[in-house]
């Protein structure tokens, strides 16, 4: 027994075998592109029938969609993965050949890791707060500073130097501020 004739993709013009289960509608072959067209032409023949060329407009349409929002609230929200793996590992300093490794050249200082990985800080002010706007991220960002310095310049057992740095600008937040120019977000 021999399977479906071949037929001819109507994008590609190339012969090919329709799935056995699709025989009467299937008139594109499996190439990305063709399938690209198909769905194309498909949505082209859907909106133009009469019963769905106002399926996107008008007052009750709008309503519809802000209900499925409030019904499916975070749809647009990335799913977590079961199984986390890091995207890229920490990069470890690489010393040249010629050179020994001395301890004082070597640093876990947290200071660092964060400093040498700014997207991963922005990414997680944002995760945290639920904000993608720039100017909240700055702003959280500030306060998030100002309690990192209390808490690491404090000694054990006394108070934090709270207001110590209240008339300083950092390093930190201008190159912050003039990074933030040149990035725009949508």
């Known amino acids: 027994m021999r399977g479906p ?5 109507l994008c590609c013009q190339e012969f090919y075998r329709p ?25 082209r023949r859907w909106q133009q029938r009469p019963e769905n060329q106002n399926y996107f407009r008008g007052p009750e349409n709008s309503q519809r969609v802000k209900d499925w929002r409030k019904r499916n609230p975070g749809y647009w929200r990335k799913k977590k993965a079961l199984v986390q793996v890091a995207l890229q590992e920490d990069c470890q300093e690489q010393v040249p050949p010629s050179e020994e490794l001395t301890p004082e050249k070597t640093s876990d200082a947290l200071q660092e890791v964060f400093l ?21 991220i700055v702003a959280t960002a500030r306060v998030l500073v100002r ?7 404090s000694n054990p057992g006394s108070e934090p130097t709270r207001f110590k740095h209240e008339n300083q600008t950092s390093s930190l937040s201008a190159t912050g501020a003039a990074s933030a120019a040149s990035v725009q977000l949508d």
């Open 5 to 9: 004739a071949k037929r001819k993709c």
């Open 19 to 43: 799935d056995h289960r699709n025989l009467r509608h299937q008139r594109h072959c499996s190439k990305a592109a063709c399938r690209k067209a198909s769905k194309a032409q498909s949505q």
């Open 116 to 136: 040498m990985q700014p997207a991963v800080v922005v990414g997680l002010i944002s995760m945290m707060t639920g904000h993608a706007l720039q100017e909240d």
């Open 147 to 153: 309690k990192g310095r209390d808490i690491l310049e």
